[in-house]
T-cell receptor, first 109, second 112 residues
Framework: GQSLEQPSEVTAVEGAIVQINCTYQ??????LSWYQQHDGGAPTFLSY????GLEETGRFSSFLSRSDSYGYLLLQELQMKDSASYFC??????????FGSGTRLQVQP | EAGVTQSPTHLIKTRGQQVTLRCSPI?????VYWYQQALGLGLQFLLW???????NRGNFPPRFSGRQFPNYSSELNVNALELEDSALYLC???????????FGPGTRLLVL
């Protein structure tokens, strides 16, 4: 099977940079995705890493290292609206995304 | 472009009842996925439909079933509801089986 581990909560201040880590165990996968979910809302796709390295999309960047079974989501210039839960998810084929339990990010003024 | 839509938004049922949830994918998307998100937990994969066929199924009992229609919309059926079925049921769609999954707002089911 697969498993992913994320910190349960992270707190940061407005304007700062925060990194949310995701470690995983799997026998094989196609890529690692990141989703944002506000309370009561739908998960919103943020980023996907198929290959090792950094993917940048505006204020958000995601990194993957297959050799270390590790990835992270980097959020820069934090805004209050970034307060949400962030999930990493493994694409192990056959389209069944396996999600981590999520990291609740609290952005403080 | 309209996103994934789901209906109803909220539903209250009692134990033993049956429920049907509906999902309309983004226009042009042929794959539909269903996930369950119990309170405070991550998303658990339920089902994947593509071109009208069930392509993959998560670790859920057979009382969870569904189908995909020729217009690519989908239904999720849950029979013999149990209290632990209370959750947010999320539908996602993708252009094909290789593309990113985009989620709908979900149906919040409460089983009493």
């Amino acid at each position: 099977g697969q498993s992913l581990e994320q910190p349960s909560e992270v707190t940061a201040v407005e304007g700062a940079i925060v990194q949310i880590n995701c470690t995983y165990q799997t026998s094989g996968f196609y890529g690692l995705s990141w989703y944002q979910q506000h309370d009561g809302g739908a998960p919103t796709f943020l980023s996907y890493n198929a290959l090792d390295g950094l993917e940048e999309t505006g204020r958000f960047s995601s990194f993957l290292s297959r050799s270390d079974s590790y990835g992270y989501l980097l959020l820069q210039e934090l805004q209050m609206k970034d307060s949400a839960s962030y999930f990493c998810a493994l694409d192990t084929g056959r389209r069944a995304l396996t999600f981590g339990s999520g990291t609740r990010l609290q952005v403080q003024p | 472009e309209a996103g994934v839509t789901q209906s109803p938004t909220h539903l209250i049922k009692t134990r033993g009842q049956q429920v049907t949830l509906r999902c309309s994918p983004i226009s042009g998307h042929t794959s539909v996925y269903w996930y369950q998100q119990a309170l405070g937990l991550g998303l658990q994969f339920l089902l994947w439909y593509d071109e009208g066929e069930e392509r993959n199924r998560g670790n859920f009992p057979p009382r969870f079933s569904g189908r995909q229609f020729p217009n690519y919309s989908s239904e999720l059926n849950v029979n013999a509801l149990e209290l632990e079925d209370s959750a947010l049921y999320l539908c996602a769609s993708s252009r094909d089986s290789q593309e990113t999954q985009y989620f709908g707002p979900g149906t919040r089911l409460l089983v009493l």
